[in-house]
């Protein structure tokens, strides 16, 4: 196993929960979704969710919605291929690949850790 430099983690005034987890298309259905996790078209050749649907924190929605209506000013669309990543999904893709360089170690939820934006709190 290779596990790279730590960083420390941002200060997050209100940690995000799972009740801010919204569904993009909800927000904004102008965008094109794409999980490439959910498909074979990825890194390691392996479907790793079991879902279709993109959600996103709702903070992190809005921003996106807002740089998207940038874009759409100069005819770009945007297309998301990774949202809100299950543990159990990142888990699988550090199973795939236990590379620090190119997968996320998983943390043991069963021990407080500090939270940093990540796809498992869909804030990338």
Not at 24 to 41: C, Q, S, V
Not at 52 to 77: M, P, Q, S, W
Not at 94 to 119: E, G, Q, S
């Amino acid at each position: 196993m290779t596990r790279k430099k730590t960083y420390p983690a941002l200060k997050i005034k209100n940690p995000p929960r799972k009740e801010d987890l919204v569904r993009l298309l909800d927000i904004d259905g102008e965008f094109h979704i794409e999980l490439r996790y959910a498909t074979r078209n990825n890194f390691t050749n392996q479907v790793v969710y079991d879902f279709n649907d993109c959600y996103i924190h709702r903070h992190t929605a809005e921003l996106l919605v807002g740089a998207k209506d940038e874009f759409k000013k100069d005819g770009f669309t945007v297309k998301i291929w990774d949202a809100y990543r299950p543990h159990r999904a990142q888990r699988a893709l550090w199973d795939i690949l236990p590379d620090d360089n190119f997968v996320a170690f998983p943390p043991d939820l069963k021990k407080p850790y500090r939270l940093r934006p990540t796809h498992m709190n869909g804030m990338c």
